[in-house]
Every structure is written in structure tokens, then in C-alpha cells.
């Protein structure tokens, strides 16, 4: 595997970790309860990711990593709805499809 | 809701003053990140990290940046609501890709354009959807 190609993966894992890291952090507003335990169990996944996403910056430009790192949005929207029962109006699923597009375009660039 | 602004223009002057802070710490911090990761060695383990911080104190300096952008964040949405302002942050997509152009010399061409400007457009169109739904 190219450093490239590992560099576009661990974003891509970076990006489902902050959506689950937002899942938890939501969860805590709903479960008063288990409040503490949503709290730390996001803030432990937010540092994993930024362990991972300086591995990804070691092996990615910056302008290429970031953007792909969009696809948290995604994520996010779709642990949301599946997850929590968010709503996907219209206008988010067309913003998830320009977001999918754009970090298609830059994870195939050379 | 938002607060009330002044009716000469649509946001006020120091909204707009706190959400161009917002962009410039999401691009430095995004930067500066950058540069810390290619001065660290290659393996991350805990103990190669802490080794590399005494010597290059770079990687505190990014910490330091978001922990400003988060205080700089609450005030953003003390004055506005988040639909407002989430959208508008994804213009630091353009300040990153022609700022790391610039000071890193990294490619900036057509095909890389149009993937950002594709995400911009996704981030802003993701975050400007309506809120909350009707409860059931």
C-alpha cells in the first residue's frame, strides 16, 4: 500500500471515530444518568483521533487531509439517523452526496 | 435564537470579527498541526511522542490553538445559532488548501479545487439543514 493510500484510510477511520466520539457526546445530553460515562468515552475516542490523524498528516498534505476529513459529516449524519433517529432532510442528503463526491475527487488526485 | 443585531447590517461587527477568528484558528491550527506531524518520528508510540515534545514544544502550541478555538467557538455561538455559523466555518477548507499552497508548497490544481470546493459545498449545505425536527 502506498503512504498515499494508508494516509486516505486512516482519515476515513478518523472521520468514523469523530462520529462516534458526536454519538457519544449526544448520548450524554440523553442519558442524565450515564452522563460522565458518555462524556469520557467521547473526549477517549477524540484522542485517539488525533493520534491518528497526525499519523495521517505524516503521510498526506494537509489541504488533501482536511478536507477529507469532511467525511465526519457523513458519518455523523448517518450515526445520527441510523443511530438516534435524526431526521435526513433533503438538503443534508444532498450536502452528504457533495461531500462523498468532493473527497472522491481528492482521495483519487495524484 | 440570535441575539439582535444592529439593523444597518446583517451581522454585527464583532460577530463578524469572531467568526473570521474562528477560520483563522481552524487554518492555524490545521497548519501548524501539519508541521508538527513531519517533525515527529515516524513510529507514535507514547514514548517516542513525549521524547519528541521536550525537545520541539510545537505539538503543546497546536493544543494551545484549539483549546482558543474552542473558548473563541462559545462565544461564536453565544451571538448566533449554530446553523448560522457552522456553515460559514467551512471556508477554512479554501484558507487550508491556499495557505499550505503557499507556505508548504503543496499542489494546488484544478482537480483539487474542484474536490474542495465540492466538500465546502457539502459542509454548508450539511450544516445549514434545519436543526431539529417537529417532535412526533
Do not use: E, H, I, L
Given at each position: 500500500m502506498s503512504a498515499r493510500l494508508i494516509g486516505v484510510l486512516l482519515v476515513l477511520v478518523c472521520a468514523g471515530v469523530e462520529g462516534l466520539a458526536q454519538i457519544c457526546l449526544k448520548q450524554s445530553t440523553r442519558q442524565a444518568g450515564r452522563r460522565a460515562g458518555w462524556i469520557a468515552t467521547g473526549v477517549g475516542l477524540f484522542v485517539v483521533e488525533a493520534l491518528l490523524y497526525t499519523a495521517a498528516l505524516q503521510r498526506l498534505e494537509v489541504s488533501v487531509a482536511y478536507s477529507l476529513g469532511a467525511m465526519s459529516f457523513v458519518f455523523v449524519a448517518l450515526g445520527a439517523a441510523w443511530l438516534l433517529g435524526e431526521a435526513l432532510p433533503m438538503t443534508r442528503r444532498i450536502g452528504i452526496a457533495c461531500i462523498v463526491a468532493g473527497c472522491a475527487v481528492l482521495a483519487s488526485g495524484g | 435564537m440570535s441575539e439582535q443585531t444592529p439593523?444597518?447590517?446583517?451581522?454585527?461587527r464583532r460577530v463578524a470579527a469572531v467568526l473570521a477568528i474562528a477560520i483563522a484558528l481552524d487554518t492555524l491550527g490545521q497548519l501548524l498541526w501539519k508541521l508538527a506531524a513531519s517533525r515527529l518520528p515516524a513510529t507514535l508510540s507514547p514514548e517516542a511522542l513525549l521524547q519528541s515534545i521536550e525537545r520541539d514544544p510545537l505539538p503543546l502550541l497546536v493544543i494551545g490553538v484549539f483549546v482558543l478555538q474552542l473558548v473563541n467557538w462559545l462565544v461564536v455561538l453565544e451571538r448566533v445559532d449554530l446553523s448560522y455559523a457552522q456553515p460559514l466555518t467551512a471556508l477554512s477548507y479554501v484558507t487550508v488548501c491556499l495557505l499550505s499552497a503557499w507556505l508548504f508548497g503543496e499542489r494546488l490544481d484544478l482537480h483539487k479545487g474542484l474536490g474542495v470546493l465540492l466538500v465546502l459545498a457539502g459542509v454548508a449545505l450539511v450544516s445549514a439543514s434545519p436543526a431539529r425536527r417537529k417532535s412526533p
Open positions: - | 439593523s444597518s447590517s446583517p451581522v454585527g
